[in-house]
C-alpha cells in the first residue's frame, strides 16, 4: 500500500458485512432505500447491487445524475426540491423512475407549472428534527396535495421523514424513543390519506435508529445511510461498534514534537471537516488514531487522539511511553468522526482493501 497524501481506506469486508446486518433486520415487506451520500462510490454501489438492493436515495440531482449513469434506475432525491434544477430533473425524470421532495405550497406550485415528465412526488414531514419539512397536522398538507392531484406528471408517493435528532439523543432507550415518535406520526398521516391516495407509503430515515431497532413494522420503507461505513460519531451513540467502523483516513506524520507528546499530520479540515465530539468543555475529539498495515488498519491507541485540526494540519496527541515508536514519513490512520463528510471530502483520493 503506498500512501503519499491523506487518503481514505475502505474496508470492503466490513462494508459487505454492515450491508448484509442492515438486510438481515428487513423483512420482504419493508422497502430498503438505503442513501448514498455516505459513499457516494459506484464500486460500492455495487456492493448493493450484488446483494439484491435496487433502490437508494441521495442528496442532490448531481448525486441521482452520477448513480443513474452507474445503472441505477429508481432513485428518490432525499432533500427539498430545489426549484432552479427543473430543467436538470425533467431530464433525468426521462432516464429513471424518479422521486423529489415538497414542503411547500409554492414548491408543488412550481414543480405544476414546470415538470414535464412523470415524477413521483413526496411530501416531508418533521417528526421532530426542526430541520425541514411539514408538522404532521400542518394544514398545508391538503394544499400541497391539491396542487399534485391537478396535474397528471406528478403523482403523491407519500411521506417521509429524517429523525437526524437521534444524533443528540442519549442511550439506546432515547434513541427508540425518537423513531417511535416518528412511527407514530407517520402512520397517523398515512391513515388519514389512504382511503384517497391508496398506494402511498411512509418513509423513515436515520441510521442510529435503523442500526438499533430490530422492528419496522408501520413502515413501508427504511433509509439508513451512514451504517455503511458507521464512525466514531455512532460509536460513540451505541448504533455500532469499532469494528463496524469500515473506514480510516492514513495520513503522513510531517513532524513531532516530544516536549508536548504531539504528532503533526498531513490531514486536517479539508480532509476530515471540522465535525468533533466535545468531551467536556476543555476536551475535543476529532478522531481516533489506529495503526496502519498492509490489512487495514488495528484497534484504536490508548490514549491517542486527533486533538485539533485546520485546514492542512491535524495535531495528534499520543501517550509519552509511545511517543518515539512514530517519525516523520510514517503512515498513521485516523477513524473519522463523520464519516459522509470525509468520504465526500476524499472522493478522489480513496483505496479500497480486503
Not at 202 to 229: A, H, K, L, W
Not at 231 to 247: E, F, K, T
Amino acid at each position: 500500500m503506498k500512501i503519499e497524501t491523506p487518503t481514505l481506506l475502505i474496508d470492503k469486508s466490513k462494508v459487505e458485512s454492515n450491508i448484509q446486518s442492515m438486510l438481515n433486520k428487513i423483512d420482504s415487506n419493508t422497502i430498503f432505500r438505503p442513501h448514498f451520500k455516505t459513499h457516494q462510490s459506484a464500486i460500492i454501489g455495487e456492493i448493493f447491487k450484488e446483494k439484491g438492493v435496487d433502490k437508494i436515495t441521495v442528496s442532490s440531482v448531481s448525486m441521482a445524475q452520477y448513480f443513474s449513469g452507474n445503472g441505477w434506475n429508481d432513485i428518490t432525491i432525499a432533500f427539498p426540491v430545489n426549484l432552479l434544477e427543473v430543467d436538470s430533473i425533467n431530464e433525468l425524470a426521462k432516464k429513471v423512475k424518479l422521486n423529489i421532495l415538497v414542503e411547500s405550497s409554492f414548491s408543488a406550485e412550481f414543480l405544476h407549472k414546470n415538470i414535464y415528465e412523470s415524477i413521483g412526488v413526496i411530501i416531508k414531514i418533521d417528526t421532530g428534527y426542526n430541520r425541514t419539512g411539514l408538522i404532521e397536522n400542518d394544514p398545508k398538507i391538503d394544499s400541497i396535495l391539491e396542487i399534485i392531484s391537478s396535474n397528471n406528471k406528478l403523482t403523491f408517493k407519500g411521506f417521509l421523514t429524517h429523525a437526524g435528532n437521534t444524533y443528540d439523543a442519549v442511550g439506546r432507550i432515547e434513541i427508540l424513543a425518537i423513531l417511535e415518535e416518528s412511527r407514530s406520526k407517520l402512520s397517523n398521516l398515512k391513515q388519514k390519506y389512504i382511503s384517497r391516495f391508496p398506494n402511498i407509503i411512509i418513509s423513515y430515515g436515520d441510521t442510529p435508529s435503523c442500526s438499533i431497532c430490530d422492528n419496522f413494522d408501520g413502515f413501508d420503507e427504511i433509509r439508513p445511510g451512514n451504517f455503511v461505513y458507521y464512525d466514531v460519531m455512532q460509536y460513540h451513540i451505541g448504533s455500532c461498534s469499532l469494528s463496524n467502523i469500515a473506514v480510516a483516513v492514513a495520513c503522513p506524520i510531517v513532524s513531532t514534537h516530544k516536549s508536548r507528546s504531539e504528532i503533526v499530520i498531513y490531514g486536517g479540515a479539508v480532509h476530515f471537516s471540522k465535525e468533533y465530539i466535545a468531551a467536556d468543555n476543555e476536551f475535543r475529539l476529532f478522531g481516533y488514531i489506529v495503526r496502519v498495515n498492509e490489512n487495514g488498519w488495528g484497534n484504536p491507541i490508548s490514549g491517542a487522539y486527533l486533538k485539533s485540526i485546520s485546514q492542512e494540519h491535524g495535531i495528534i496527541k499520543v501517550p509519552d511511553d509511545i511517543f518515539n515508536e512514530f517519525l516523520p514519513g510514517d503512515i498513521i490512520g485516523i477513524l473519522p468522526i463523520h464519516s459522509c463528510l470525509t468520504a465526500d471530502l476524499l472522493r478522489k483520493s480513496s483505496l479500497i482493501i480486503n
